[in-house]
């Protein structure tokens, strides 16, 4: 009996020992194949998952709970962190090194962990959070002044956000509004965001819609800094305890930048916002915005009819206002009169004429909009449809011989529907008054001077395969052949080492046919109205997004940031 028994674990040693030589050799034969291949293989062999780290967040924050030293000698990164618990990332899980520091970890560090096996590239991704550590320099609390020749000079020193971070580190608290100010217009910010802490101030700008940490400055900068924030933007200097905007505008190279700026209180003092409203971007063309041929058909079809609403919808910074301007543009010719109503004008466009909103003395988007009906336009911009008096006047508008464009917040293009229904609009008043809803988000587009190619492994592949072939094939796009490689963000000089440079819109478009005109009578659901759209030939954005990163023009990676999970099924 012992011997039957010493003869089956011998057997079963033997198998073990044969599956783990085919694995081994399993593994030899991909040395030619992509990094993600042998990782996934490596994954495979020791029972572990598999990550491609460009699908998913790495936070700076959870990498940096080990040195640099340590996690590039052992060949790990930490991912995850909850409570005690680590999920770390490895490229070998039998490497030595990688064995010691995990001990260390548990034993002297008393954490438990996780492992997932990634690429050598995903590690090296990972580690670039060593390199976005924040730059602190003491000031003295002097005054600052706001010069325009300081603000034109210094552009030309400050090429990217590293050669910022060098020269915070060089300058006095005279400049530091100059620097702060011309610093974001160089780096080409949407916003900077100043904020109070304990012990010291935070720097941030958004570049292409993500905040990037620039420096800490000291705490008793903020005088400095709040005190010129409010002198040139007009507010009360001796109001600290209640929020205030305003606006100033830079003289920069013959170039009139103009700044809107906020001030709110907070627990550590007042918190600055301030937009900067560059207008780069509202002389788009249709074309630069990223419509796929199969959209751009149908925006062309839209703006074409002399009738109707086209509604943009989006949460707010997803880049609503920049088509509805480039749609202005479009429409824009001498025989043709334009009206827009907004809250406030950010942008001036020739030869249209343009009302800004000024709820305090009465002018609604409602009240305005009940005048310009009586001023003969061709079409109509509102700003933003809010209320049941807005959403009735401009369905009406439509309804009696206007081309009317406006926006609404909803979270896809289906949702207007219902967003209109809640509005108190009348179910048998969409149909005919609305032409097409647009539902749009924002994404970075990969730097062409150093997005890199990469094969993901093959697991990725299938699954991308997979989303790809539930596109409706009506939808008359051209769908990639064969998927072998994919881009990665990687970081150069020209793109501030962030791997992106410029951003680009997702889009998903649905028109009015009688299929949808049916279900909007029952006062259907959003999940309804989408089934019928995609039985149309509608692309989501989410699939408008993997199809523009398969291209590469941005990354799987930031498709998940925008739009969420892309492997997940949905019902």
Known sequence: MQHLIHTNNDDIDEKKELKEKVQDETIQKLYHKSEEEKASAIANKHHLPYVDLSLIPVVAETVKLISKEIAQNAGLAVIYKVGKKLQIAVKDPENYETKKALEKIKVEDGMNYSLMVVSEDS?????????????????????????????????????????????????????????????????????????????YIRLRYRVDGVLQDIVNLPIKASRTIISRVKMLSKMKLNVSDMPQDGHFSINLENKIINIRASILPSSFGES???????????????????????????????????????????????????????????????????????????????????????????????????????????????????????????????????????????????????????????????????????????????CEHCKEEYA??????????????????????????????????????????????????????????QNIEKIILQSTSASEIMAKAR????????????????????????????TGEIFVNKA
């Open 535 to 562: 039985e149309d030939g509608m692309i989501t954005m989410q699939e408008d997004g993997i199809l523009k990163a398969i291209e590469g023009i941005t990354s799987l990676e930031e498709i998940r940031r925008v």
């Open 272 to 446: 600055i916002v301030m937009r900067i409203l560059s207008e780069d971007s509202t002389g788009l063309k249709l074309d630069e915005l990223g419509f796929n041929q199969y959209y751009m058909e149908k925006i062309e079809e839209q703006l074409l009819k002399p009738t109707g609403m086209l509604l943009v919808t989006g949460p707010t910074g997803s880049g609503k206002t920049t088509t509805l301007y480039s749609f202005l543009h479009r429409l824009n010719q001498p025989n043709i009169k334009i009206i827009t109503l907004e809250n406030p004008v950010e942008y001036r466009l020739e030869g249209i004429s343009q009302t800004e909103i000024h709820p305090d003395t009465g002018l609604t988007f409602a009240e305005g909009l009940k005048a310009v009906v009586r001023q003969d336009p061709d079409v109509v911009m509102v700003g933003e449809i809010r209320d049941p008096e807005t959403a009735e006047i401009s369905i009406q508008a439509a309804l009696t011989g206007h081309s009317v464009l406006s926006t609404l917040h909803t979270n896809n293009a289906a949702g207007a529907i219902p967003r209109l229904l809640h509005l108190k609009v009348s179910p048998t008043l969409i149909s005919p008054s609305i032409n097409a809803v647009i539902a749009q988000r924002l994404v970075r587009t990969l």
């Open 123 to 199: 590690l090296k991704k990972a580690w670039l959070s060593y390199e976005t550590s924040t730059v602190t320099k003491k000031f003295e609390d002097q005054g600052v002044t706001l010069k325009k020749e300081d603000l034109t000079e210094f552009e030309k020193g400050v090429h990217n956000i590293i050669d910022l971070k060098k020269r915070i580190a060089e300058i006095n608290t005279t400049e530091i509004f100059n620097i702060i100010m011309a610093g974001a217009i160089k780096t080409k910010s949407s916003d900077v965001h100043i904020e109070p802490n304990l012990d």
């Open 456 to 513: 993901p492994a093959q697991e990725t592949i299938d699954k991308l395969k997979e989303v790809i072939s539930k596109i409706p094939r009506n939808s008359a796009m051209v769908f990639p052949k064969d998927i072998k490689t994919i881009y990665r963000s990687s970081g150069c000089s020209k793109c501030n080492f962030i791997g992106y440079s410029g951003r680009i819109g997702l889009y998903e478009i649905f028109t009015l046919t």
